[in-house]
């Protein structure tokens, strides 16, 4: 029961259960699709970018509670960043999950460190990742819709 | 197998030599292995079952000692390894009662079964603007090998609906078989719902208008017993692996006439009788779709697997999973926020179901770390998905050696998850 504890915390369960920046956002200027086919977790990222920066950010769609609270957490922690430091969030948010973190406090991580017991979970880290994975593909641009597999 | 509500079945045993879910366990030898410091339940035996000792021990044995390469060699390894391979498409025969040996195709799986009758059977018979009908209920094997044959030849693919319980409609069934139908393909028993269509009068419909059929038989033989001339099918497809067998090996069924009608699906080393550069002779049935060295071990090992499903009662097998099927439906469907998805009156080994608020991937997960494996996603079944207007389920499925005790652990399972989700 404490993996499991340490897979779903507060934090998670919360932002699950009432995920922020959640809806269609009008005036976006960045759209993109994120699609986990092995579960079928499936999300619209909308972004605002001005002058390189993230103006606004919002999500709608359906999935677990891991891929939806780290969509959830992700906006709140991206909106008015900028691409460059919105990116090196994503590269420590996937070192994190993935269990290549080893180096940095806890606390520096803010947020993010309720993520951390996904690395406990191989077949879950996609589900972690799968908005952040579509926010980098966005920020570069991408119009692709960003699949997991 | 008709769906009775649970207080009905509790009905004496049937007659027999009958059947001992205990006794049955003991000869499982990863039933007793422990997951996440919890005893293992093991309910994803529609993705795969367990194997009983017997099989283990018969796949060792071979290895060590009569490993041979069969059909070709004079040496005594070679001929003890062809007889024991030949053997084993006898006794399949005998298990779905074919007519004939040369109507035993062995192959990988169901999959590549189905895969050689569109490849074979469709590309010789299948022409521009003619149609296919499946179900709504296929797996997607069922589904891409007929898509890929629509595509090359410029035939359609229809489907017949299924209704809110997850029954194909019967009416729009036989009303999609037409002048240009070239086949039907079925499946016996769906994979996500648990469903048993009732294959033998759909395949009366439709050789009602001479249409071949096939049936993916995948889900079917784990639980009663098929009997191919019975249901006078023109293909059967099935897997060794979710019978109790080894992985990677199969049987396709066909009627000996329409198989040697058809053109080989593959060439090579086996499946010829004389090569020049200039012409090749085919071999006979049913070498003449089995090219290269086969899977031999894990053949030799299906047969162990046939002799254990002889070995069994299968009335008292059919009543004890049938008993098991509705417990689980009555107990694990009494859950407030949660609902079954797939409610056939006729149903085989499958509880598919849905919980407000969660979604089946956390739920997997919970069940997980009590030990419990489920299957969690679309099953490879993702029109029947659609159609349900879900992306997942979570998906128990049931073997002979499951208990009513592993359901009350899923039951408590399901309570741990709306503990965690509160």
Not at chain 2, 237 to 246: E, I, L, N, Q
């Amino acid at each position: 029961m404490s993996e499991l504890r340490s897979l779903y915390q507060e934090i998670i369960l919360e932002h699950n259960k009432k995920p922020r920046n959640f809806g269609k956002m009008a005036g976006a200027n960045r759209t993109l699709e994120g699609y986990n086919p092995l579960c079928g977790d499936h999300y619209t990222l909308y972004l605002k970018i001005e002058d390189d920066k993230i103006i606004d950010i919002a999500f709608e769609g359906a999935g677990c509670a891991i891929s939806k609270a780290s969509a959830s957490v992700m906006t709140t922690l991206v909106k008015g960043k900028t691409r460059e430091e919105a990116q090196k969030m994503f590269e420590t948010f996937h070192k994190l999950v993935t269990g290549e973190l080893t180096d940095v406090s806890f606390e520096s991580l803010g947020k993010l460190a309720a993520f951390a017991g996904v690395s406990e979970f191989p077949a879950r880290v996609k589900c972690a990742s799968l908005a952040w994975h579509t926010m980098n593909s966005a920020l570069d641009a991408k119009t692709e819709a960003v699949s997991t597999e | 197998m008709m769906m009775q509500s649970y207080q009905d079945i509790s009905t004496p045993k049937q007659p027999g030599n009958g059947f001992d879910p205990e006794l049955i366990r003991a000869s499982f030898p990863i039933l007793k292995v422990m997951v996440h410091g919890k005893k293992l339940v093991y309910l994803d035996n529609a993705a795969t079952t367990q194997k009983p000792d017997s099989v283990i021990n018969t796949l060792d044995d071979y290895y060590r000692s009569f490993n041979s390469n069969i059909h070709r060699g004079v040496h005594f390894l070679s001929e003890r390894a062809t007889e024991a391979y030949e053997g084993v498409r006898e006794k399949a025969r005998q298990y779905i009662n074919a007519a004939s040996t040369k109507e035993i195709i062995f192959l990988r799986g169901t999959t590549e079964g189905i895969n050689l009758v569109a490849g074979s059977y469709g590309r010789s018979n299948v022409g521009q603007g003619d149609e296919i009908l499946i179900t709504g209920l296929e797996h997607h094997s069922n589904i891409v090998p007929w898509q890929m044959l629509c595509n090359q030849s410029g035939a359609v693919l229809k489907v017949a609906p299924i209704d809110n319980e997850g029954e194909v409609i019967l009416g729009e069934f036989e009303r999609l078989i037409g002048p240009k139908t070239r086949i039907v393909a079925i499946a016996h028993v769906s994979n996500a719902l648990g469903t048993v269509n009732p294959v033998k009068k759909m395949i009366a419909m439709a050789h009602a208008h001479g249409v071949p059929v096939l049936i993916d038989g995948a889900q079917a033989v784990p639980h009663f017993r098929v009997d191919v001339r019975d249901l006078n099918c023109d293909f059967y497809a099935f897997s060794a692996h979710k019978m109790y067998g080894p992985t990677g090996i199969g049987v396709l069924y066909g009627k000996q006439g329409i198989l040697e009608a058809m053109p080989p699906y593959q060439g090579g080393g086996d499946m010829i009788r004389s090569v020049t550069f200039e012409k090749t002779l085919f071999n006979d049935l049913p070498h003449k779709f089995e090219a290269g060295t086969p899977n031999i071990a894990d053949t030799i090992g299906f047969g162990a697997t046939f002799d254990f499903l002889n070995d069994l009662d299968w009335n008292a097998v059919a009543h004890y999973e049938h008993e098991l099927l509705a417990y689980a439906t009555q107990m694990i469907g009494a859950i407030p926020g949660l609902r079954i998805v797939g409610t056939a009156r006729d149903k085989a080994g499958v509880l598919s179901f849905v919980m407000d608020d969660v979604h089946p991937h956390d739920i997997g997960t919970i069940l997980d770390q009590e030990g419990i494996a489920v299957r969690t996603g679309h099953h490879c079944a993702q029109p029947v998905m659609q159609r349900f207007g879900i992306p997942a389920t979570v998906r128990a499925s049931f073997a002979l050696y499951n208990t009513r005790a592993e359901i009350d652990a899923l039951a408590r399972g399901i309570n741990r998850v709306k503990e965690v989700f509160h």
